[in-house]
């Protein structure tokens, strides 16, 4: 499928119509398709190409080390999960999947909003941690653009999330989706599911797999072209906006037989805010044809709900 492609430049460099122009495709494209492809989205190509290569490493690691960053009691909000740990929320097949999260860092000379585990600290590669802290920094200036440009789109003031996602909550996930070694019981790596936070920005896959369900209710592949990046709507941006920006439903599916011994890797940024952000539906989002579908949560409440449904907290 051909998603719409945008380009950041034009908001983050742009003139006050670009600007405008760009906040308009973004939001309709949100509106239509809940996935867009990012042109000149700011995340340097060596970052990415070192970040990757990293990662493949640590995953080559023996599992007995690995193990040792799985740490107990962190819902896997960070460090390592072994394979089969997490499943779709609705489905109890576990996906096929192993993954290392790094969540926020807070600065010396900074007050966190609210306590957040401590980042897992991996030893045997001796550039990971700093990488994670690049890559995440670089995820979240992004990021922060693109909901600067949502926010205006829904007459919310440009600067609406800044104070919300200012040293929130945010994940940044490397997936390793292991070589397929026996015939599968299912054709899908990650079942069909929705992202829990705001937005998710993903850069580079390794592999195609991704698949979107259309409107038409149809399984369409979608990859990124060259310097581009993936970014879907979640469902607390979509509880937000009384399902007027819409969280697509996506999945991973499995490589044909003929690569059933290659990797996939696959690296996304979950956005989230600090957790007392309200996620109640915004007023200008209720109108008589589209009533008010949600409850209001905080996006802590909904995190949590959203944890122990999909397996990882208890």
């Known amino acids: 499928m051909n998603i719409p492609v945008v380009d950041l430049s034009l908001y983050t460099n742009g003139t006050d119509a670009q600007k405008v122009q760009f ?134 003031g440009h600067d609406y999330f800044t104070e ?38 993903l850069v580079g896959a390794s592999a195609e797999g991704l698949e979107i369900l259309s409107k038409q209710n149809e399984w369409l592949p979608i990859q990124a072209g060259d310097g581009e990046i993936v970014v879907n709507v979640g469902d607390m941006l979509q509880r937000l906006t009384n399902d007027r920006l819409k969280s697509t439903t996506h999945r991973v599916v499995n490589p044909p037989r003929e690569k059933w011994h290659t990797s996939r890797y696959s690296l996304p940024f979950f956005l989230h805010p600090k957790s007392n952000m309200s996620l109640a539906c915004l007023d200008s989002c209720i109108t008589a044809t589209n009533p008010k579908k949600y409850e209001d949560y905080s996006a802590g409440q909904y995190l949590d709900e959203r944890l122990r449904e999909i397996g990882l907290k208890k």
């Open 23 to 156: 906040s308009n495709e973004l939001g309709k494209a949100f509106e239509e398709v809940g996935f867009v492809a990012v042109r000149n989205h700011g995340i340097d190509q060596q970052l990415i190409d070192r970040v990757y290569a990293t990662v493949k490493a640590f995953f080559e690691l023996p599992s007995d080390v690995k193990n040792k960053y799985e740490i107990a009691g962190l819902a896997g909000q960070r460090g390592y999960t072994s394979f089969g740990k997490e499943h779709a929320k609705g489905s109890d097949a576990p996906d096929l999947k192993e993954f290392f999260q790094y969540g926020q860092t807070v600065a010396t000379h900074e007050t966190a909003p609210e306590s957040y585990p401590a980042n897992v600290m991996v030893d045997e590669i001796s550039d990971f941690n700093q990488l994670f802290l690049s890559t995440y920094r670089a995820f979240e200036q992004s990021g922060s653009a693109l909901l600067s440009a949502i926010a205006s789109y829904l007459n919310l």
């Open 164 to 201: 919300h996602i200012h040293l929130g909550n945010s994940i940044l996930r490397a997936i390793h989706y292991p070589p397929i070694t026996s015939e599968p019981k299912s054709a899908i790596r990650a079942e069909q599911h929705e992202d829990i936070n705001l937005i998710t920005l």
